[in-house]
């Protein structure tokens, strides 16, 4: 896989994905799934091991675009860096990011000793990322605004000259406007100036996403 992407690009999986090996009689499931933020990634290992219910462990590893990226794995029980320092592992070696992987693991009655049991994660994690498909994703910020109901049409019209559609802002109308929007990283500070020209005074944040 070439990796030639501009500074605001990462690759990514288009869909949940899934593989599974079999060794010495233990079966192993590697579950790649898209999150952005910590909260997701629990909420999918909470629906994970509902799937696979009595599994004997739930091993995991995700990497989340940041400054630095954070990224973070868990051997759920197997022997210390024999599962999710190797699923980790591989998702660094394909760039993948904004992107978890939980291996799923019914023993099977034989032990396969640290070395073996690092072939294994890696092995499935590989596969799943095999049938996957790769896709290039830009990198977007998540922004959240407070404003009065006079500021509200410069904010629209700002949004629009940086291709945010009036139709791609979550809004709720109260005393003043709450509202929610993504955008491309590299678009930010051009909109940041933006909100700093129209004299903004209300709240403001992003993230990348």
């Not at 579950?31 to 995991?60: Q, T």
């Not at 998540?142 to 509200?152: L, V």
């Not at 003043?176 to 909100?195: S, T, Y």
Request: some cysteine.
């Amino acid at each position: 896989m070439e990796r030639l992407l501009k500074e605001e690009q990462y690759f990514s999986i288009a869909q949940p994905v899934d593989a599974e090996i079999n060794i010495k009689r233990s079966r192993f499931i590697a579950s790649l799934r898209v999150i952005s933020r910590r909260l997701e990634f629990e909420e999918a290992l909470k629906e994970i091991n509902a799937r696979y219910p009595k599994a004997n462990h739930y091993c995991w590893a995700y990497r989340i675009i940041g400054n630095p990226v954070q990224e973070h794995s868990s051997d759920s029980g197997e022997p210390s860096g024999s599962a999710g320092r190797p699923i980790l592992g591989t998702l660094k070696k394909n760039s993948l990011l904004n992107i978890m992987a939980v291996v799923t693991r019914y023993f099977g009655g034989v032990k396969l000793g640290v070395s073996g049991l690092i072939s294994a994660y890696a092995q499935v994690t590989s596969q799943a990322v095999i049938n996957a498909e790769i896709i290039v994703q830009e990198q977007m910020a998540s922004f959240e605004f407070i404003c009065s109901y006079e500021m509200y049409n410069l904010i629209l019209d700002a949004l629009k000259r940086r291709h945010v559609p009036s139709e791609k802002i979550k809004t709720i109308f109260e005393e003043n406007i709450f509202g929610e929007f993504n955008i491309r990283l590299n678009e930010v500070k051009a909109l940041v100036k933006d909100f700093e020209n129209m004299k903004y005074r209300g709240y403001l944040s992003y993230r990348r996403k």
